[in-house]
Protein backbone atom coordinates (compact mmCIF):
# COMPACT_ATOMS: atom_id res chain seq x y z
CA UNK A 1 0.00 0.00 0.00
CA UNK A 2 1.09 4.16 -0.73
CA UNK A 3 1.05 5.89 2.04
CA UNK A 4 -2.89 7.06 2.18
CA UNK A 5 -4.15 3.65 2.78
CA UNK A 6 -4.40 2.80 -0.60
CA UNK A 7 -3.32 -0.13 -3.13
CA UNK A 8 -1.07 0.77 -5.97
CA UNK A 9 -3.02 -1.17 -8.34
CA UNK A 10 -6.45 -2.03 -8.83
CA UNK A 11 -7.57 -4.81 -6.96
CA UNK A 12 -9.94 -6.07 -9.88
CA UNK A 13 -7.18 -6.03 -12.74
CA UNK A 14 -5.69 -9.22 -11.75
CA UNK A 15 -9.10 -10.74 -12.00
CA UNK A 16 -9.19 -9.50 -15.21
CA UNK A 17 -6.05 -10.39 -16.86
CA UNK A 18 -6.92 -14.16 -15.50
CA UNK A 19 -10.28 -14.41 -17.24
CA UNK A 20 -8.81 -13.32 -20.36
CA UNK A 21 -5.95 -15.69 -20.09
CA UNK A 22 -8.11 -18.32 -19.67
CA UNK A 23 -10.70 -17.27 -22.13
CA UNK A 24 -7.58 -17.41 -24.73
CA UNK A 25 -6.34 -20.55 -23.37
CA UNK A 26 -9.66 -22.22 -24.00
CA UNK A 27 -9.80 -20.60 -27.64
CA UNK A 28 -6.91 -22.00 -28.26
CA UNK A 29 -7.74 -25.67 -26.98
CA UNK A 30 -10.99 -25.33 -28.73
CA UNK A 31 -8.95 -24.28 -31.92
CA UNK A 32 -6.16 -27.10 -31.42
CA UNK A 33 -9.19 -29.85 -30.91
CA UNK A 34 -10.88 -28.10 -34.36
CA UNK A 35 -7.80 -28.40 -36.67
CA UNK A 36 -7.06 -32.12 -35.06
CA UNK A 37 -10.46 -33.31 -36.31
CA UNK A 38 -10.04 -31.71 -39.51
CA UNK A 39 -6.55 -33.36 -39.84
CA UNK A 40 -8.02 -36.64 -38.44
CA UNK A 41 -11.41 -36.26 -40.99
CA UNK A 42 -9.05 -35.81 -43.87
CA UNK A 43 -6.77 -38.92 -42.69
CA UNK A 44 -9.96 -41.11 -42.45
CA UNK A 45 -10.80 -41.29 -46.54
CA UNK A 46 -6.53 -41.63 -47.38
CA UNK A 47 -6.70 -44.29 -44.79
CA UNK A 48 -9.81 -46.08 -45.62
CA UNK A 49 -8.48 -45.87 -49.40
CA UNK A 50 -5.34 -47.32 -48.33
CA UNK A 51 -7.10 -50.19 -47.19
CA UNK A 52 -9.37 -50.41 -49.65
CA UNK A 53 -6.11 -50.54 -52.39
CA UNK A 54 -4.66 -52.90 -50.05
CA UNK A 55 -7.15 -55.25 -50.30
CA UNK A 56 -7.78 -55.19 -54.03
CA UNK A 57 -4.18 -55.70 -54.40
CA UNK A 58 -4.32 -58.88 -52.33
CA UNK A 59 -7.80 -60.02 -54.34
CA UNK A 60 -6.56 -59.54 -57.79
CA UNK A 61 -4.74 -62.46 -59.08
CA UNK A 62 -1.62 -62.05 -60.79
CA UNK A 63 -1.37 -60.89 -64.36
CA UNK A 64 -5.01 -59.39 -63.98
CA UNK A 65 -3.06 -56.11 -65.03
CA UNK A 66 -1.65 -57.15 -67.93
CA UNK A 67 -5.19 -59.15 -69.21
CA UNK A 68 -6.67 -55.98 -68.51
CA UNK A 69 -4.22 -54.02 -70.72
CA UNK A 70 -4.63 -56.59 -73.21
CA UNK A 71 -8.28 -56.17 -73.28
CA UNK A 72 -8.09 -52.51 -73.57
CA UNK A 73 -6.07 -52.97 -76.78
CA UNK A 74 -8.40 -55.72 -78.19
CA UNK A 75 -11.15 -53.68 -77.11
CA UNK A 76 -9.15 -50.58 -79.28
CA UNK A 77 -8.83 -52.56 -81.76
CA UNK A 78 -12.46 -53.72 -82.66
CA UNK A 79 -13.84 -50.61 -82.35
CA UNK A 80 -11.34 -49.02 -84.50
CA UNK A 81 -11.91 -52.22 -87.09
CA UNK A 82 -16.01 -51.31 -86.81
CA UNK A 83 -15.62 -47.87 -87.49
CA UNK A 84 -13.40 -48.45 -90.54
CA UNK A 85 -15.33 -50.90 -91.96
CA UNK A 86 -12.62 -53.48 -91.70
CA UNK A 87 -14.85 -56.14 -89.90
CA UNK A 88 -14.95 -58.76 -92.68
CA UNK A 89 -11.21 -59.01 -93.15
CA UNK A 90 -10.16 -59.02 -89.33
CA UNK A 91 -12.96 -62.08 -89.03
CA UNK A 92 -11.18 -63.86 -91.93
CA UNK A 93 -7.78 -62.88 -90.66
CA UNK A 94 -8.86 -64.83 -86.98
CA UNK A 95 -10.25 -67.70 -89.23
CA UNK A 96 -7.17 -68.11 -90.86
CA UNK A 97 -4.74 -67.80 -87.91
CA UNK A 98 -7.09 -70.30 -86.19
CA UNK A 99 -7.51 -72.65 -89.51
CA UNK A 100 -3.54 -72.81 -89.69
CA UNK A 101 -3.14 -73.66 -86.03
CA UNK A 102 -5.52 -76.28 -86.13
CA UNK A 103 -4.44 -77.48 -89.58
CA UNK A 104 -0.60 -78.25 -88.02
CA UNK A 105 -1.79 -80.01 -85.65
CA UNK A 106 -3.29 -82.30 -87.72
CA UNK A 107 -6.48 -81.44 -89.41
CA UNK A 108 -6.00 -80.17 -92.60
CA UNK A 109 -8.74 -81.39 -95.16
CA UNK A 110 -6.52 -83.75 -97.37
CA UNK A 111 -9.70 -85.79 -99.07
CA UNK A 112 -13.47 -84.62 -100.21
CA UNK A 113 -15.48 -86.59 -101.54
CA UNK A 114 -18.93 -85.01 -103.41
CA UNK A 115 -21.86 -87.30 -104.52
CA UNK A 116 -25.01 -86.68 -106.66
CA UNK A 117 -23.82 -83.17 -108.51
CA UNK A 118 -25.17 -83.63 -112.65
CA UNK A 119 -24.86 -79.48 -113.41
CA UNK A 120 -22.44 -78.67 -110.83
CA UNK A 121 -19.30 -79.00 -111.07
CA UNK A 122 -16.78 -80.18 -107.72
CA UNK A 123 -15.01 -76.49 -107.57
CA UNK A 124 -18.47 -74.54 -107.68
CA UNK A 125 -19.97 -76.82 -105.15
CA UNK A 126 -16.58 -76.10 -102.79
CA UNK A 127 -16.86 -72.63 -103.57
CA UNK A 128 -21.03 -72.50 -102.70
CA UNK A 129 -19.83 -74.24 -99.28
CA UNK A 130 -17.39 -72.01 -98.46
CA UNK A 131 -15.03 -74.60 -98.15
CA UNK A 132 -11.09 -73.70 -99.35
CA UNK A 133 -7.68 -75.11 -99.10
CA UNK A 134 -7.09 -73.02 -95.70
CA UNK A 135 -9.92 -74.50 -94.45
CA UNK A 136 -9.48 -77.35 -91.25
CA UNK A 137 -11.59 -79.81 -90.51
CA UNK A 138 -11.90 -79.25 -86.58
CA UNK A 139 -13.49 -75.99 -87.22
CA UNK A 140 -15.36 -76.60 -90.22
CA UNK A 141 -19.39 -75.43 -89.44
CA UNK A 142 -20.91 -78.61 -91.36
CA UNK A 143 -24.73 -76.70 -90.53
CA UNK A 144 -23.35 -73.47 -92.19
CA UNK A 145 -22.16 -75.78 -95.28
CA UNK A 146 -24.96 -77.12 -95.69
CA UNK A 147 -27.28 -74.26 -95.23
CA UNK A 148 -25.15 -72.30 -97.93
CA UNK A 149 -25.41 -75.18 -100.65
CA UNK A 150 -29.37 -75.73 -100.14
CA UNK A 151 -29.17 -71.78 -100.28
CA UNK A 152 -27.72 -72.52 -104.05
CA UNK A 153 -31.17 -72.64 -106.49
CA UNK A 154 -30.33 -76.02 -108.44
CA UNK A 155 -29.41 -77.72 -104.71
CA UNK A 156 -32.86 -79.27 -103.49
CA UNK A 157 -30.59 -80.96 -100.32
CA UNK A 158 -27.71 -81.29 -99.29
CA UNK A 159 -25.44 -83.49 -96.16
CA UNK A 160 -22.04 -82.70 -95.17
CA UNK A 161 -20.21 -85.45 -92.96
CA UNK A 162 -16.86 -84.57 -91.18
CA UNK A 163 -15.11 -87.95 -91.05
CA UNK A 164 -11.85 -87.12 -88.57
CA UNK A 165 -8.66 -86.58 -88.93
CA UNK A 166 -8.84 -85.00 -92.23
CA UNK A 167 -11.46 -86.13 -94.53
CA UNK A 168 -15.04 -84.64 -95.72
CA UNK A 169 -18.09 -86.15 -97.36
CA UNK A 170 -21.05 -83.67 -99.09
CA UNK A 171 -24.19 -85.23 -101.01
CA UNK A 172 -26.18 -83.09 -102.81
CA UNK A 173 -29.65 -83.44 -104.07
CA UNK A 174 -29.90 -81.35 -107.54
CA UNK A 175 -32.92 -79.65 -108.69
CA UNK A 176 -33.73 -81.02 -112.64
CA UNK A 177 -34.33 -78.26 -115.53
CA UNK A 178 -37.83 -78.75 -116.58
CA UNK A 179 -39.14 -75.81 -118.67
CA UNK A 180 -37.55 -72.02 -119.88
CA UNK A 181 -39.74 -69.15 -118.45
CA UNK A 182 -39.98 -65.87 -120.32
CA UNK A 183 -41.36 -62.98 -118.09
CA UNK A 184 -41.72 -60.31 -120.58
CA UNK A 185 -37.90 -60.04 -122.38
CA UNK A 186 -35.95 -62.37 -119.21
CA UNK A 187 -35.59 -66.00 -120.03
CA UNK A 188 -34.73 -68.42 -117.41
CA UNK A 189 -34.16 -72.10 -116.35
CA UNK A 190 -36.41 -73.42 -114.19
CA UNK A 191 -36.79 -76.33 -112.44
CA UNK A 192 -40.34 -78.48 -112.25
CA UNK A 193 -41.86 -76.83 -108.74
CA UNK A 194 -40.95 -73.30 -110.59
CA UNK A 195 -37.75 -72.42 -108.80
CA UNK A 196 -35.55 -70.27 -110.93
CA UNK A 197 -32.44 -71.87 -111.56
CA UNK A 198 -30.02 -69.91 -114.09
CA UNK A 199 -30.54 -67.47 -116.44
CA UNK A 200 -31.23 -68.53 -119.60
CA UNK A 201 -28.24 -67.66 -122.57
CA UNK A 202 -27.76 -70.44 -124.94
CA UNK A 203 -26.68 -73.70 -125.41
CA UNK A 204 -27.20 -76.97 -123.33
CA UNK A 205 -31.52 -76.13 -122.23
CA UNK A 206 -32.24 -74.77 -125.52
CA UNK A 207 -34.56 -77.87 -126.20
CA UNK A 208 -36.77 -77.62 -123.47
CA UNK A 209 -40.18 -76.35 -123.47
CA UNK A 210 -40.82 -72.73 -123.55
CA UNK A 211 -43.37 -71.58 -120.70
CA UNK A 212 -44.72 -67.78 -120.92
CA UNK A 213 -46.26 -65.20 -118.87
CA UNK A 214 -46.46 -63.92 -115.01
CA UNK A 215 -47.17 -67.04 -112.65
CA UNK A 216 -46.56 -69.57 -115.36
CA UNK A 217 -43.44 -71.11 -113.75
CA UNK A 218 -45.36 -72.69 -110.98
CA UNK A 219 -48.47 -74.02 -113.28
CA UNK A 220 -46.84 -75.19 -115.92
CA UNK A 221 -46.18 -78.84 -114.44
CA UNK A 222 -49.47 -79.73 -114.07
CA UNK A 223 -50.61 -78.35 -117.94
CA UNK A 224 -48.06 -79.91 -119.21
CA UNK A 225 -48.79 -83.14 -117.81
CA UNK A 226 -51.96 -83.04 -119.02
CA UNK A 227 -50.73 -81.71 -122.66
CA UNK A 228 -48.45 -85.06 -122.12
CA UNK A 229 -51.32 -87.15 -122.87
CA UNK A 230 -52.35 -86.00 -126.33
CA UNK A 231 -48.76 -86.93 -128.40
CA UNK A 232 -49.33 -85.26 -131.73
CA UNK A 233 -50.53 -82.09 -130.15
CA UNK A 234 -47.61 -82.63 -127.48
CA UNK A 235 -44.96 -82.80 -130.45
CA UNK A 236 -46.22 -79.96 -132.58
CA UNK A 237 -45.99 -77.45 -129.17
CA UNK A 238 -43.37 -74.59 -129.62
CA UNK A 239 -44.12 -72.69 -126.32
CA UNK A 240 -47.42 -72.59 -123.80
CA UNK A 241 -48.51 -69.31 -122.82
CA UNK A 242 -50.36 -68.44 -119.52
CA UNK A 243 -52.88 -65.66 -120.35
CA UNK A 244 -54.15 -63.08 -117.53
CA UNK A 245 -52.84 -66.05 -114.95
CA UNK A 246 -56.25 -67.74 -115.77
CA UNK A 247 -55.71 -70.29 -118.71
CA UNK A 248 -53.73 -71.25 -121.61
CA UNK A 249 -52.89 -70.87 -124.99
CA UNK A 250 -50.50 -73.37 -127.09
CA UNK A 251 -48.44 -71.89 -130.01
CA UNK A 252 -47.24 -74.18 -132.37
CA UNK A 253 -44.66 -74.53 -134.69
CA UNK A 254 -46.46 -74.11 -137.06
CA UNK A 255 -47.03 -70.38 -135.73
CA UNK A 256 -50.75 -71.58 -134.78
CA UNK A 257 -52.58 -70.40 -131.87
CA UNK A 258 -54.66 -72.58 -130.02
CA UNK A 259 -57.08 -70.54 -127.35
CA UNK A 260 -58.07 -73.17 -124.45
CA UNK A 261 -60.90 -72.98 -121.88
CA UNK A 262 -60.52 -72.17 -118.28
CA UNK A 263 -61.78 -75.12 -117.17
CA UNK A 264 -62.65 -78.46 -119.09
CA UNK A 265 -58.71 -78.44 -120.57
CA UNK A 266 -58.58 -82.19 -121.61
CA UNK A 267 -62.22 -81.77 -123.13
CA UNK A 268 -61.11 -79.55 -125.75
CA UNK A 269 -57.83 -80.80 -126.58
CA UNK A 270 -60.11 -83.91 -127.54
CA UNK A 271 -62.14 -82.14 -129.54
CA UNK A 272 -59.18 -80.72 -131.29
CA UNK A 273 -57.48 -83.88 -131.60
CA UNK A 274 -61.00 -85.32 -133.10
CA UNK A 275 -60.67 -82.46 -135.99
CA UNK A 276 -57.27 -82.67 -136.58
CA UNK A 277 -57.75 -86.48 -137.23
CA UNK A 278 -60.91 -85.78 -139.51
CA UNK A 279 -60.15 -83.13 -141.33
CA UNK A 280 -55.93 -82.12 -140.65
CA UNK A 281 -56.98 -79.14 -139.06
CA UNK A 282 -53.79 -78.25 -137.81
CA UNK A 283 -52.77 -78.72 -141.06
CA UNK A 284 -54.37 -75.88 -142.85
CA UNK A 285 -53.53 -72.31 -143.79
CA UNK A 286 -55.22 -70.86 -140.21
CA UNK A 287 -53.64 -68.85 -137.57
CA UNK A 288 -56.12 -69.58 -134.61
CA UNK A 289 -57.85 -72.28 -133.44
CA UNK A 290 -60.57 -70.75 -130.81
CA UNK A 291 -61.56 -73.49 -127.97
CA UNK A 292 -63.17 -71.89 -125.27
CA UNK A 293 -66.68 -72.14 -125.83
CA UNK A 294 -67.86 -75.58 -125.50
CA UNK A 295 -70.54 -75.83 -128.23
CA UNK A 296 -68.40 -74.55 -131.20
CA UNK A 297 -64.72 -74.10 -132.35
CA UNK A 298 -63.70 -70.77 -133.92
CA UNK A 299 -60.85 -71.11 -136.79
CA UNK A 300 -59.28 -67.57 -137.97
CA UNK A 301 -57.82 -68.04 -141.17
CA UNK A 302 -54.50 -66.89 -142.13
CA UNK A 303 -54.08 -63.34 -144.19
CA UNK A 304 -53.52 -65.09 -147.73
CA UNK A 305 -56.50 -67.63 -147.10
CA UNK A 306 -58.66 -65.03 -145.81
CA UNK A 307 -58.16 -63.53 -149.54
CA UNK A 308 -58.34 -66.96 -151.25
CA UNK A 309 -61.44 -67.08 -149.50
CA UNK A 310 -62.83 -63.85 -150.86
CA UNK A 311 -61.46 -64.52 -153.78
CA UNK A 312 -63.11 -67.75 -154.15
CA UNK A 313 -66.67 -66.51 -153.12
CA UNK A 314 -66.80 -63.68 -154.95
CA UNK A 315 -66.12 -66.32 -157.67
CA UNK A 316 -69.03 -68.14 -156.96
CA UNK A 317 -71.41 -65.18 -156.69
CA UNK A 318 -70.50 -64.16 -160.46
CA UNK A 319 -70.88 -67.42 -161.58
CA UNK A 320 -74.48 -68.00 -159.90
CA UNK A 321 -75.30 -64.40 -161.81
CA UNK A 322 -74.57 -66.07 -164.86
CA UNK A 323 -76.13 -68.59 -164.57
CA UNK A 324 -79.14 -66.88 -163.29
Do not use: C
Request: charged fraction near 30%; proline fraction near 3%; charge should be positive.
Amino acid sequence: MHGGGRFAEPLRKPRLTSVVGAFAARSHAVLASSKRAERDALAAPRERKTRFLFLLERLTPRGAGVAATLLILGGSAVFGAIKGGHVQEMTSALRDARDALANSAGFRIASITINGRKQLSQDEVLAIGGITGRRSLLFLDAADVRDRLKANPWIADATVLKLYPDRLSIDVTERTAFALWQDDKHVSVISDDGAVLETFVTGRFRSLPLVVGKGAETRAKEFLNVVAGYPRIRDAVKAIVFVGERRWNLRLASGLDVRLPESGVAAALDRLTRLDQDDQLLSRDIVAIDLRLPDRVTVRLSDDAAQARADALKAKTRKKATDA
